[in-house]
T-cell receptor
């Protein structure tokens, strides 16, 4: 039982490049989330998916797109990376009103 | 917009009880209060969740007064391994139109 897994762990992009962050959970949770964490700003919700087939914007969705591929997988895409998107990205999942389970994070640097 | 406020940092010693308070004056009826622990280079880890009154599990207690405008995470007899950042989260973790308001975290340092 791996919980929530994220790939890659680290990534360096040049401005304008695109990439997809992958997330998978094996807990059969309906809800999945993407956050970014920046120093002094805490965790900010980018997008979430309440269930398979649905996605909704969070607090800071601009510059990102998501895909809920199936119940297990929820990906985050940066179409044209910008230095302001340098951050640590966390994926999480939850079921019902329960707490969220987080992945180990992806450290992204955009130069 | 709802805001979640918690102290930036706290210091304690091994064996002491630590109480971290979070203020959330604009909490909505459907909102739950959840606390997470985060170690460096790791994702946050769920500690405890509550709606009102008191909740206790094997690692912590959560006290929520009747007006629910604040909550207190209580860690009994802390050890060095409890040194971490603790986050308060207020929001509805179910349904659509989720507003999840995270505090900025309290950095707890437990000293020998």
């Amino acid at each position: 039982n791996a919980g929530v897994t994220q790939t890659p762990k680290f990534q360096v992009l040049k401005t304008g490049q695109s990439m997809t962050l992958q997330c998978a959970q094996d807990m059969n949770h309906n809800s999945m989330y993407w956050y970014r964490q920046d120093p002094g700003m805490g965790l900010r919700l980018i997008y979430y998916s309440a269930s398979e087939g649905t996605t909704d914007k969070g607090e800071v969705p601009n510059g990102y797109n998501v895909s809920r591929l199936n119940k297990r997988e929820f990906s985050l895409r940066l179409e044209s990376a910008a230095p302001s998107q340098t951050s640590v990205y966390f994926c999480a999942s939850s079921e019902g009103r329960g707490g969220q389970y987080f992945g180990p994070g992806t450290r992204l640097t955009v130069t | 917009l709802a805001k979640t406020t918690q102290p930036i940092s706290m210091d304690s010693y091994e064996g002491q009880e630590v109480n971290i308070t979070c203020s959330h004056n604009n909490i909505a009826t459907n909102d739950y209060i959840t606390w997470y622990q985060q170690f460096p280079s790791q994702g946050p880890r769920f500690i405890i969740q509550g709606y009102k009154t008191k909740v206790t599990n094997e690692v912590a207690s959560l006290f929520i007064p009747a007006d629910r405008k604040s909550s207190t995470l209580s860690l009994p007899r802390v050890s060095l391994s409890d040194t971490a950042v603790y986050y308060c989260l207020v929001g509805a973790n179910a349904g659509n139109n989720r507003k999840l308001i995270w505090g900025l975290g309290t950095s707890l340092a437990v000293n020998p």
